[in-house]
């Protein structure tokens, strides 16, 4: 069956960068998309983006805009999500799910936790 | 950006008690509406896509209704795995949005 295997948990400085990594299985993985989700610490989801493991466009959440860049490697079936210019707002626990298409997230990565602090 | 709005956030409720959410979005949406079940320290699992289609796997007290602004999760007989977050998902329109979630506790 489909899985998503996130990277391990960050902890980072104010302006730093984070790259997370999202391992896919049981699946053709250029058939879907990937689409990132991130919660805060006691709050809701919030869709940050998708990217078409198929060829590589993407769609940003305008939130994110200039300082998200989604990838993905079809060699080994991983996807990327790198957020720059961190700050203490962007603690969270942070999700990759598949996604056809910007439409439903089934199965979801378990989440990788990326704490910003001094 | 399409506002996703749940009610209740909180709700307290008994063993084989009937459980409905509301999700209503800020325009209409047609049926592209998925329900979400979230655990404590667990990834979110899909219930519920096109507003009223089941995922394989998910138990049959699940259903989902509406179409356009108004949709309800209901849970027919609520079973002590169901004590959970729920949360609503739009995706007629970029970016996709969820609902604030409802917190289904034990009453």
């Known amino acids: 069956q489909a899985q998503l295997v996130q990277s391990g948990a960050e902890v980072k400085k104010p302006g730093a960068s984070v790259k997370v990594s999202c391992k896919a299985s049981g699946y053709t993985f250029t058939s879907y998309g990937i689409s990132w989700v991130r919660q805060a610490p006691g709050q809701g989801l919030e869709w940050m983006g998708w990217?078409?493991?198929?060829?590589?466009?993407?769609n940003y959440a305008q939130n994110f805009q200039g300082r998200l860049t989604m990838t993905t490697d079809t060699s080994t079936n991983t996807a990327y999500m790198e957020l720059r210019s961190l700050t203490f707002d962007d603690t969270a626990v942070y999700y990759c799910?598949?996604?056809?298409?910007?439409?439903?997230?089934?199965?979801w990565g378990q989440g990788t936790l990326v704490t910003v602090s001094s | 950006d399409i506002q996703m709005t749940q009610s209740p956030s909180t709700l307290s409720a008994s063993v084989r008690d009937r459980v409905t959410i509301t999700c209503r979005a800020s325009q209409s949406i047609s049926n592209w509406l998925a329900w979400y079940q979230q655990k404590p320290g667990q990834a979110p699992k899909l219930l519920i896509f096109?507003?009223?289609s089941l995922e394989s796997g998910v138990p049959s007290r699940f259903s989902g209704s509406g179409s356009g602004t108004e949709f309800t999760l209901t849970i027919s007989s609520l079973q002590p795995d169901d004590f959970a977050t729920y949360y609503c998902q739009q995706y007629n329109s970029s970016p996709l949005t969820f609902g604030g979630g409802t917190k289904v506790e034990i009453k």
């Open positions: 799910a598949r996604d056809v298409g910007e439409n439903w997230c089934d199965p």
């Open positions: 990217i078409s493991a198929y060829n590589g466009n993407t």
């Open positions: 096109k507003a009223s």
